[in-house]
């Protein structure tokens, strides 16, 4: 039974940082292409990036560039997501997303339960 | 990259079926795509991949034989048959492209369906 467990919600003030932290169970991480996406109340998905083990890459959405930060801890099996200089627009649910590198069924095979992150003064 | 289109929102009485659509860009008609099922308040859920060729793959967990796809050209396409009160869902198809430094993810903007 895989699981991908993310930590709590989190209120921020503009210009902060937050870090969201995602645990996987049932698999490694070393055998999982982990994605991050988020969800900002009543819209759509945004892909923001991903880190692949098989080539050691982490690549990001362009329209995060800069402020954006995704990093693994093999020790634990916990992936972490950084997004910093934070904005109003950046309230959002962000999630964990990841696929087994050895036989993906889609992109996104697996999913956390979410992180609501609100961004406000 | 591909730019995924899809109608903000369906309805369909229970019982009935629907076809919810998603239409790829000019120039990305061999490309694969994701449905994903979202209940609300709920995260994400992988329902079907589907190609020109229809179902690429596996459903994903517990998605039940009255979900199916095809693929024709631009469009994708997920039918719902004897729609259920569960089915009430935002249904989101998502694409890979490129690879190594311009690897990316695009999704539609999702179908909010209603059962009537």
């Known amino acids: 039974q895989v699981q991908l467990v993310q930590s709590g919600a989190e209120v921020k003030k503009p210009g902060a940082s937050v870090k969201v932290s995602c645990k996987v169970s049932?698999?490694?991480?070393?055998?999982?292409?982990m994605h991050w996406v988020r969800q900002a109340p009543g819209k759509g998905l945004e892909w923001m990036g991903n880190?692949?083990?098989?080539?050691?890459?982490?690549i990001y959405a362009q329209t995060l560039q800069g402020r954006v930060t995704m990093t693994e801890d093999t020790s634990t099996d916990t992936s972490y997501m950084e997004l910093s200089s934070l904005r109003s627009e950046d309230t959002a649910v962000y999630y964990c997303?990841?696929?087994?590198?050895?036989?993906?069924?889609?992109?996104?095979?697996?999913w956390g339960q979410g992180t609501l992150v609100t961004v406000s003064s | 990259q591909p730019v995924l289109t899809q109608p903000p929102s369906a309805s369909a009485s229970l019982g009935a079926s629907v076809t919810l659509t998603c239409i790829l860009s000019?120039?990305?008609?061999?490309?694969?795509m994701d449905w994903y099922q979202q209940r609300p308040g709920k995260g994400p859920r992988f329902v079907m991949r589907?190609?020109?060729?229809?179902?690429?793959?596996f459903k994903g967990d517990g998605i039940p034989d009255r979900f199916s796809v095809l693929g024709s050209g631009l469009n994708r396409y997920l039918t719902i048959k004897n729609i259920q009160e569960e089915d009430e869902s935002d249904y989101h198809c998502?694409?890979?492209?490129?690879?190594?430094?311009?690897?990316?993810?695009?999704f539609g903007g999702g179908t909010k369906l209603t059962v009537l």
């Open positions: 997303a990841a696929a087994p590198i050895a036989a993906p069924t889609s992109i996104f095979d697996y």
């Open positions: 998502g694409a890979d492209h490129g690879s190594g430094s311009n690897f990316g993810v695009v």
């Open positions: 049932g698999y490694t991480l070393t055998e999982l292409s």
């Open positions: 880190f692949d083990p098989e080539d050691g890459e982490t």
């Open positions: 589907v190609g020109t060729g229809g179902i690429e793959g």
């Open positions: 000019s120039g990305y008609s061999n490309y694969i």
